[in-house]
């Protein structure tokens, strides 16, 4: 009995060192996490290059606009975008133009041409990050990598959030109706479509449709008469880079579709030619693209 007093009095020690302990060790670690976050903010670079429309985008939405010192002849949008200093085209940036941007981070995508400039850059001892965005998967991958290399995690954060509740909402609307059968022209002559193995094809279907071309070697296959014919397309979509006058447009369409009017679209006139600018790359528009596919699908979830 004698015993037992002591060892309680140990037991009480121990355990209060330990909350005292825990609490300090809580206070360091929040500290550390806040100096760390002081830091990557300090450290965020204040002259950034961006290679391509989607990029810029991106930076744009993130809240980056006064810290973009050059973009490609092809970035437009937001319309801020095409006032910042040209650094080339898209698919042949000029190197030296970026030098003379006195970047501190340039942004390109993964293809052959802005990949080898990358490294090019980074050989002379410039900060390079390099992004793949080719699945919708890889665009939320993209702008949480743009948001940790800007100082700007909780805004990425929050940007695909948003973008992921408006599919999300899209979704329920469409339901799990009969998918639509959609033949999405790239070109007219030759005759080039979006293949299954492409980001097209990902907003197709999260708009409730489904690719008219089967399976193919190449992501934007040409196709013949006999295959437009075969594809059964239920709606036909084209993308326009010149928005000024879709109407005019969509008459030609007409025209140029009528040869197949035994195709469900022609013969039902579900022809439609929409902006390309917003569902030519993945992008913060992702949603705004999709609905305009979905749009074509289903107008009738559109009425009101």
Same mark, same amino acid.
């Given at each position: 009995?004698?015993?037992?007093?002591?060892?309680?009095?140990?037991?009480?020690? $121990?355990?209060?060192?330990?909350?005292?302990?825990?609490?300090?060790?809580?206070?360091?670690?929040?500290?550390?996490?806040?100096?760390?976050?002081?830091?990557r903010t300090k450290n965020?670079?204040?002259?950034?290059? @961006?290679?391509?429309?989607?990029?810029?985008?991106?930076?744009?939405?993130?809240?980056?606009?006064?810290?973009?010192?050059?973009?490609?002849?092809?970035?437009?949008?937001?319309?801020?975008?095409?006032?910042?200093?040209?650094?080339?085209?898209?698919?042949?940036?000029?190197?030296?133009?970026?030098?003379?941007?006195?970047?501190?981070?340039?942004i390109t995508l993964s293809?052959?041409?802005?990949?080898?400039?990358?490294?090019?850059?980074?050989?002379?001892?410039?900060?390079?990050?390099?992004?793949?965005?080719?699945?919708? @998967?890889?665009?939320?991958?993209?702008?949480?990598?743009?948001?940790?290399?800007?100082?700007?995690?909780?805004?990425?954060?929050?940007?695909?959030?948003?973008?992921?509740?408006?599919?999300?909402?899209?979704?329920?609307?469409?339901?799990?109706?009969?998918?639509?059968?959609?033949?999405?022209?790239?070109?007219? =002559?030759?005759?080039? $479509?979006?293949?299954?193995?492409?980001?097209?094809?990902?907003?197709?279907?999260?708009?409730?449709?489904?690719?008219?071309?089967?399976?193919?070697?190449?992501?934007?296959?040409?196709?013949?008469?006999?295959?437009?014919?075969? @594809?059964?397309?239920?709606?036909?979509?084209?993308?326009?880079?010149?928005?000024?006058?879709?109407?005019a447009q969509r008459d030609?369409?007409?025209?140029?579709?009528?040869?197949? =009017?035994?195709?469900?679209?022609?013969?039902?006139?579900?022809?439609?030619?929409?902006?390309?600018?917003?569902?030519?790359?993945?992008?913060?528009?992702?949603?705004?693209?999709? =609905?305009?596919?979905?749009?074509?699908?289903?107008? =009738?979830?559109?009425?009101?």
């Amino acid at each position: 009995m004698i015993l037992k007093k002591p060892w309680t009095l140990l037991i009480i020690a $121990v355990a209060f060192l330990f909350c005292v302990f825990g609490l300090y060790w809580r206070a360091v670690s929040q500290r550390t996490l806040q100096l760390a976050r002081t830091l990557r903010t300090k450290n965020s670079p204040e002259r950034i290059v @961006s290679l391509a429309p989607n990029l810029t985008e991106i930076l744009f939405a993130l809240g980056l606009e006064d810290k973009i010192v050059a973009v490609t002849l092809h970035c437009n949008y937001p319309p801020a975008a095409a006032g910042k200093p040209k650094i080339g085209t898209f698919w042949q940036p000029n190197i030296e133009a970026v030098i003379a941007a006195k970047p501190t981070l340039v942004i390109t995508l993964s293809f052959e041409q802005q990949k080898n400039l990358a490294e090019r850059l980074r050989r002379i001892g410039y900060n390079c990050l390099t992004i793949n965005i080719e699945k919708v @998967s890889e665009l939320f991958e993209a702008i949480d990598r743009i948001g940790t290399a800007t100082g700007k995690q909780r805004e990425a954060n929050q940007l695909v959030s948003a973008i992921q509740k408006k599919l999300n909402r899209l979704a329920s609307l469409v339901g799990t109706r009969d998918k639509v059968r959609v033949l999405w022209v790239v070109q007219r =002559e030759p005759l080039r $479509v979006a293949g299954r193995d492409t980001f097209v094809n990902e907003m197709i279907e999260l708009a409730g449709g489904e690719n008219a071309i089967g399976p193919t070697v190449y992501k934007y296959p040409p196709i013949g008469a006999e295959q437009v014919i075969a @594809s059964g397309a239920e709606v036909i979509i084209e993308p326009s880079m010149t928005p000024e006058d879709l109407v005019a447009q969509r008459d030609k369409a007409f025209q140029y579709w009528n040869r197949f =009017e035994n195709v469900p679209a022609v013969f039902n006139k579900r022809i439609y030619v929409i902006n390309g600018d917003i569902v030519s790359g993945l992008g913060p528009r992702l949603y705004e693209g999709v =609905e305009t596919i979905t749009r074509c699908l289903r107008p =009738e979830l559109f009425a009101d």
